[in-house]
């Protein structure tokens, strides 16, 4: 697909990440206003509340964006979906008729406020990156024993914490947790001392369920995409994770992008599932390409030095996509809500450079990583800035997810020191 051109001219630059086929939604603010609805296009925001105000955007299902969050559109269904994506189109294309109503309307990125776009119902994260599982199987038991025996026949997961679901630009407070020292019979409540990110792509379910969901139904339920960085204590994880999986570790925050891109703007971009050495049973079985061709990376910038590229993978390196973590949630006839976000995993490649967490970059502390001013890091350190980027690139065109980035902060202190 080529770029398809906008009116507003920095929409048509190739490098910019929001042309007109992105579209994607996000929440903002300027000065005092209240948080809205809004799409980025080139390098302004359509304010949806003020477009509707203005009979704009006018759709059956009533008044949409009188709410600062998107939930409100997913629940109106796939139909509603396309419906304003084609709506946005001529509004924001080349040739717009109703560009004098439109351009009060607009505002520019470069003075808002970015929130969380939707309201996160509850969050699920998933295990289901092999090179990620291999590695860290690797680490902790071995080549011959790496994968679990479950991990090529169906995609693992934990329940996380929504309420600690954050929006890119948000300070995450280095956690306290009990820990496990080799060097001492006992543990031990301190500052977590490995402290990590995870590279991964959220999944935003749009459409709630009360069963079990198919693949392809499962796709269709999703209303679209960000980046999240699932932020780990990897000290607190080793000493709890036996034998009910993360707990504590994975609760101080998971930073997400600011904008949701849509499957519908993500779908020339799909690639298969990699081949599978055992065939999936039938409710899991790959059904047509649900991957994307995301190119994604990671920088690391020390508090007052310069941001170095650690680590470049893409998101087609997956082995179960965000259908089949879907489909799978379902299965127990566990319901879906509106708002509910899937995190696919560490998205990690098959070389070193290509590792979605520090874990795996630095093998366990054990092979610091070098960055560009001679320091090393095997773990975060306070004032580290994280940033995920990700961006799938057409025929003269880039589809963006805004930057996904948390500065880790130190530890408060002794929390229950008396």
Same mark, same amino acid.
């Given at each position: ?5 906008s ?15 992105n579209l994607?939604?996000g929440?903002?603010?300027?000065? &005092? ?45 796939? &139909? ?37 776009p ?15 599982a291999? #590695? ?9 024993? =790496? ?8 995609? +693992? ?7 600690s ?5 948000t ?6 947790g ?7 019979? *006992?543990?031990?409540?301190?500052p ?26 499962a ?15 990897? !000290?607190?994880? =080793? ?27 993500? !779908? ?17 079985? !790959?059904?047509?390409?649900?991957l994307?061709?995301? !190119? ?5 910038t020390?508090?007052g030095?310069? =941001?170095?590229? +650690?680590?470049r993978? #893409?998101?087609r ?51 610091? +990583?070098?960055? &560009? ?6 773990? *975060?350190?306070?004032g580290?800035?994280l940033t ?10 880039? +589809? ?19």
């Amino acid at each position: 697909m080529p770029l398809l051109p906008s009116w507003i001219d920095s929409a048509n630059r190739p490098d910019n990440p929001f042309p007109l086929n992105n579209l994607p939604y996000g929440v903002f603010s300027t000065g &005092d206003d209240d948080p809205r609805c809004g799409v980025a296009i080139g390098d302004m925001i359509l304010d949806c509340r003020a477009a509707e105000e203005a009979g704009l955007l006018a759709f059956d299902a009533g008044p949409l964006f009188d709410v600062p969050f998107w939930n409100e559109v997913m629940e109106a269904g796939p &139909d509603l979906w396309a419906a304003l994506r084609a709506r946005l189109m001529v509004l924001l294309g080349e040739g717009a008729g109703e560009r004098a109503q439109v351009a009060p309307c607009l505002v520019p990125q470069a003075g808002a406020m970015m929130h969380l776009p939707f309201l996160v119902s509850e969050y699920t994260d998933f295990y289901a990156g092999r090179h990620h599982a291999f #590695n860290v199987g690797v680490m902790f038991r071995g080549a011959d024993n =790496a994968l679990p025996p479950n991990w090529l026949h169906l995609p +693992i997961g934990y329940n996380g914490r929504a309420s600690s679901v954050v929006v890119s630009g948000t300070d995450v407070r280095r956690p306290w947790g009990q820990v496990k020292s080799p060097d001492h019979a *006992l543990p031990a409540f301190q500052p977590s001392r490995r402290f990590d990110f995870e590279l991964e792509l959220g999944a935003v379910v749009g459409m709630a369920s009360d069963g079990p969901v198919t693949v392809d139904e499962a796709h269709a339920m999703i209303f679209g995409y960000v980046l999240l960085n699932d932020w780990s204590a990897r !000290d607190i994880q =080793a000493w709890e994770y036996q034998p009910l999986g993360p707990f504590q570790a994975k609760a101080t925050a998971t930073t997400i992008s600011p904008w949701i891109v849509t499957g519908a703007a993500l !779908d020339p971009f799909r690639v298969a599932c990699p081949a599978r050495e055992f065939p999936l049973l039938p409710h899991l079985r !790959d059904t047509g390409p649900m991957l994307y061709d995301i !190119d994604l990376s990671v920088t690391l910038t020390p508090d007052g030095g310069a =941001a170095t590229t +650690i680590a470049r993978t #893409n998101y087609r390196e997956m082995y179960y996509s965000a259908p089949q973590q879907l489909a799978h949630h379902t299965t127990s006839g566990c319901p879906m809500n509106a708002g509910d976000l899937l995190g696919s995993g560490t998205i990690s490649g098959p070389t070193k450079d290509s590792r979605g967490s520090l874990l795996e970059l630095s093998w366990g502390g054990k092979e610091p +990583i070098t960055l &560009d001013g001679g320091v090393t890091r095997s773990f *975060l350190e306070d004032g580290d800035t994280l940033t995920l980027h990700g961006a799938a690139r057409g025929d003269g065109f880039t +589809i963006g997810f805004g930057t996904c980035a948390g500065r880790l902060i130190p530890a408060l202190p002794d929390p229950y020191a008396r």
